[in-house]
């Protein structure tokens, strides 16, 4: 089964055109815009990172350095290690209080210079006491935190001060059992990291950790990675790595220490900015769309009107409407093609004109043609019956004869195209069935219900060829003829039968009677049954095909002929 071909209009297509390349220019806009925020949002997220981190490993190498430097000179070898044995030697108190006064400031001065200095201290090894007692501790395990032993120096990761005010992040170096003078003292100094300082996004959600060269966590910001945690980075030959990791967008990079230190923020902190670019993308193609789809609507109605107006003024020619309608359309090729349409309704209602007036003059003609036959036929006939009927008496039912012969024939000769009226041709039929007598033996009922529905117009001699066949041809042995005229009220319709009791007729008989006309150029033509064919013929034309007139009839059993004609009361008498 073939599928119908859908076709769209020309106003639909328009429409979805416009509709399908608006959408791939908003997509495309969309696609490249996000493609492209998202490389530079990667990048810029990358690179900020990355500088962090620099300047953090820059930072905290600096303080490992520094903090070895101070080491040197905290040693016994060093200017404050002097200074600390002399403080020592001193066997006055006095003595003792200048050179602790001296070695304090001489400490306290480096903390000056170098502000990132927290902490610098002389401990003693096994009481673990502060040597001059002016510091406070969380805690006296000084040696945990070491990752990395160098000589003598122990480095340790990043961890909170040992300061038991103190919650900042340091670094820190130790040297134990340092001998001055007959005491064993520890060295132990802290410097400040910074890493929230360089926070690109800030508040916890950033990530900050130092593992070692085997990538076990030694210090986190972050509890989501414990410390001893391994993390297995995929790290570049250069030893540097950005990406993916777990839940977090991570760089990270080897310091010359063989340290490995990591910076990183939350993949949804990276979705919610990229999700803010995303909105702002949506947005900017919304307001790219509203003028699009504002100029296509624009153009949809230019050209929609139009193309309505020609639409229905198309299918008015196909209703038969065929006035001429506006042509003030707004698209000049429209107006052209309205005025052209307009033309052809023209053309056309010329020629139905031209065509219905010269069927009626063809009807016309065809009706005078019968007329003339017929007339002719009956005068003939009734003639027969006058000269009959003289030479069989001499009475004065000649008169009366003579009068219904008068105003039969005036009847039939009047050649007006007026209508008649039912009850007017049951009356001449009456008096055509009056003269007849005069010459058949027959008995002829007619039964007409009285009524208004007799005032209907209908055409003239409906009756009369009727009755005429079914006595010339009907009448049989029993010599009857039976008419009936009455109203259908529900149908609104009247009805006329004319039985006869003869020899009936074949089926070849009523094919023939059947047939329409078909005259010659000579005049000549088929007449059988003129009278019966006359009378269906003026029916059709006169009805419009709302009239019916059926026959029925059996070998032995006579004919019967049925009119059924709509109800159409005469203005004169409504």
Not at 186 to 208: F, H, T, V
Not at 355 to 362: H, K
Not at 422 to 427: D, G, I, S, W
Not at 533 to 561: D, P
Request: hydrophobic fraction near 40%; charge should be negative.
């Amino acid at each position: 089964m073939m599928r119908e071909k859908i076709t769209k209009s020309l106003q639909g297509r328009i429409l979805l055109i416009s509709m399908i390349g608006l959408v791939a220019c908003i997509l495309s806009l969309y696609m490249v815009s996000s493609i492209t925020i998202q490389s530079v949002e990667q990048h810029r997220l990358e690179n900020s990172l990355m500088a962090n981190m620099s300047n953090e490993i820059d930072h905290l190498e600096f303080c490992y350095f520094t903090m070895v430097r101070m080491m040197q000179q905290m040693g016994e070898d060093g200017s404050i290690g002097s200074m600390l044995e002399d403080y020592l030697y001193s066997e006055n108190n006095f003595e003792k209080y200048q050179r602790r006064r001296e070695l304090e400031n001489e400490i306290v001065s480096i903390g000056f210079i170098n502000n990132y200095v927290n902490l610098a201290i002389y401990i003693d090894s096994d009481t673990k006491e502060e040597l001059f007692d002016s510091v406070a501790f969380k805690d006296k395990d000084f040696a945990a935190g070491c990752v990395m032993q160098i000589g003598e120096n122990q480095f340790q990761a990043l961890h909170k001060s040992k300061r038991k005010s103190s919650e900042i992040v340091v670094v820190s170096l130790l040297e134990e059992r340092q001998a001055f003078d007959g005491r064993t003292l520890d060295i132990y100094i802290e410097m400040k990291s910074n890493i929230e300082d360089y926070a690109p996004r800030g508040g916890a959600s950033y990530l900050s950790m130092q593992l070692d060269e085997n990538g076990k966590v030694l210090f986190s910001n972050s509890d989501l990675f414990a410390r001893e945690q391994v993390l297995d980075l995929a790290l570049d030959e250069d030893g540097s790595f950005s990406g993916v990791f777990g839940d977090y967008y991570l760089v990270a990079k080897r310091s010359d220490m063989g340290f490995i230190y990591v910076n990183g923020v939350p993949q949804e902190e990276y979705l919610k900015e990229m999700i803010a670019w995303y909105e702002k993308i949506f947005l900017l193609c919304v307001l790219t769309a509203i003028p699009a789809l504002l100029i296509m609507l624009a153009t949809r109605n230019m050209l929609g009107r139009p193309i309505k107006s020609l639409e229905q003024a198309i299918e008015e020619v196909g209703e038969g409407k065929l006035e001429p309608v506006s042509e003030d359309l707004e698209v000049r090729e429209f107006r052209e093609l309205m005025h052209k349409i307009n033309e052809m309704k023209v053309d056309i209602k010329n020629l139905l004109t031209k065509v219905q007036t010269e069927e009626e003059e063809r009807q016309k003609t065809e009706r005078e043609k019968l007329m003339y036959q017929i007339n002719p036929h009956f005068l003939l006939n009734t003639l027969n019956s006058v000269q009959w009927m003289a030479q069989l008496e001499h009475q004065e039912s000649i008169s009366r004869f003579l009068a219904d012969f008068k105003s039969l024939l005036a009847y039939n000769l009047g050649k007006e195209e007026k209508s008649s009226t039912l009850r007017t041709e049951v009356e001449i039929a009456q008096k055509y069935i009056n003269l007849q007598r005069q010459r058949y033996d027959f008995e002829a009922t007619m039964e007409v219900e009285e009524g208004e529905y007799l005032e209907t117009e209908t055409i003239r001699m409906l009756l009369q060829p009727l009755i005429e066949n079914a006595l010339r041809y009907g009448l049989g042995d029993m010599g009857v003829v039976d008419i009936r005229i009455f109203q259908d009220e529900r149908k609104d319709c009247a009805v006329i039968t004319i039985q006869d009791h003869g020899s009936g007729l074949s089926r070849e008989k009523l094919e023939q009677l059947n047939r329409p006309f078909c005259y010659k150029n000579n005049g000549d033509g088929d007449t059988a049954g003129i009278g019966l064919r006359y009378v269906r013929h003026c029916l059709e034309g006169f009805y419009k095909g709302e009239s019916i007139l059926t026959i029925n009839s059996e070998i032995g059993r006579g004919t019967k002929v049925t009119i059924i004609i709509p109800v159409r009361i005469a203005k004169e008498h409504t």
